[in-house]
């Protein structure tokens, strides 16, 4: 029994069976990137070099105009790679995943604590 979808700007999916219920197990991933071109107004400074190590949630890059806005690293390891792009702008920051992820810790805020912060 197949039956079609209609999706705006004319895309037409004819759709037959049923999904399957198998779960696919992956291997865990080697590299991880940030990338601070993707975020809108922000002028990448980078905090680290190749090879240094880093944790999950240490900030890597920061931005140039407002230093308090920072780019936290998304995996816990070594700087394998720095990619540049024209005109020296910083294309990603690649992390190589090392096997006892090593991360950030940061202490809990209290509800009371809460109330006090500021926006």
Do not use: C
Request: aromatic share 4%; net charge positive; glycine share 6%.
């Amino acid at each position: 029994m197949a039956s079609t979808v209609s999706v705006k700007k004319h895309f037409k999916f004819s759709i037959s069976g049923q999904p399957s219920d198998a779960v696919e197990q992956l291997a865990e991933p080697a590299h991880a990137a940030a990338v601070p071109n993707q975020i809108p107004l922000l002028k990448p400074r980078l905090l680290v070099s190749k090879g240094e190590e880093v944790k999950a949630g240490a900030p890597i890059i920061e931005d140039k105009q407002n230093p308090d806005v920072k780019l936290a690293s998304p995996a816990g390891g070594a700087v394998a790679e720095v990619r540049y792009g024209p005109r020296r702008v910083i294309e990603a920051v690649v992390i190589q995943i090392a096997a006892p992820e090593p991360y950030e810790s940061f202490s809990p805020i209290g509800e009371k604590e809460l109330s006090r912060i500021r926006r």
